[in-house]
């Protein structure tokens, strides 16, 4: 790990602590879940997130989903070039993936998913899930109606109005 | 695929093609993405969700997403127990995980992550950078500060007011 930490500087422990910081505040002053999360690009923070999914009844209100909805509303784009994701925890598949859609240039995390499954959590698990053949998997995945379901696709393919992302 | 598909009935049909119809709507009415979503329980549609990332500037509005997130919003709940998700291209990483969390009964999709590739998304592209060893990622994932950032977790295992989800 030697030479992949030796790239982070200063500023990104400053900024990888105040996520960690805000994880703490989460718990400290409600019970919410222990995650933090801070969005910024040149050292400059352009959104920050703490977990809501309890508070708000919404299972995909995780920390980097939260900054990422914030950073991208402030910035009025669906893209985050250039930034970097810091979150207290390693981001879930879920989160891992939406921060792939907003396209930032890194992540640095600070404890693992085995770090979170030691204290309940299923980002292990569902990590486990996804490498799973989709046959594999607990959750019953079924398919049906495939050539209707290319319709849109191909409606897509020929709008001229659509915006690729 | 007989085997699965012959446990789908003519309702599972009716909700699919309402989601496969939504994803339609979507381009037809402005050059949305191509992508709908039902979340439904007994049969019944709990909520909607089209594809939603120009139009509201965020990377996580998929049709799934939006979706949920309504459901849950209406039930007053972060879980959506027995319910069924119905997707009109399987969801993607980010959608999977976040269906995941909501813990459903099943998901039932119509196209396929490559069908979503042929027209030019990254579903099936995340797929496979998920699949890969953290270590060989295209995005870089850095890890430091481990030790601070157990802190939260240690906190959260301590509260007496935690939710767990």
């Known amino acids: ?13 400053r900024l990888l602590r105040r996520a ?3 994880a703490t505040e989460n718990v400290t002053a409600g019970g919410g879940g222990p995650f ?15 977990n809501r999914v309890v508070e708000d009844n919404d299972p995909t209100a995780h920390a980097e989903i939260v900054a990422i909805r914030t950073a991208c509303s402030r910035l ?10 810091y979150s ?14 907003a396209r930032p240039a890194a992540i640095v995390y600070g404890a693992s998913a085995e770090d979170a499954a030691a204290v309940g959590f299923d980002d292990a698990a569902f990590y ?9 998997r607990k959750l019953p995945v079924l398919q049906a109606l495939h050539a209707e379901a290319l ?15």
Not at 36 to 50: F, H, N
Not at 89 to 99: R, Y
């Open 36 to 50: 933090g999360c801070v969005v910024a690009r040149d050292g400059v923070i352009l959104a920050e997130g703490k």
């Open 1 to 13: 790990m030697e030479l992949i930490t030796s790239t982070l500087d200063e500023n990104d422990h």
């Open 151 to 165: 319709e849109p696709l191909r409606a897509w393919a020929k709008s001229p109005t659509r915006v690729e992302y």
């Open 20 to 22: 960690i910081d805000l």
């Open 76 to 85: 009025g784009h669906f893209q985050l070039e250039g930034a970097v994701i």
């Open 128 to 136: 486990a899930e996804l490498s799973r053949d989709p046959s594999e």
């Open 88 to 101: 207290s925890t390693l981001p879930c598949p879920m989160c891992l993936s939406a921060i792939l859609w």
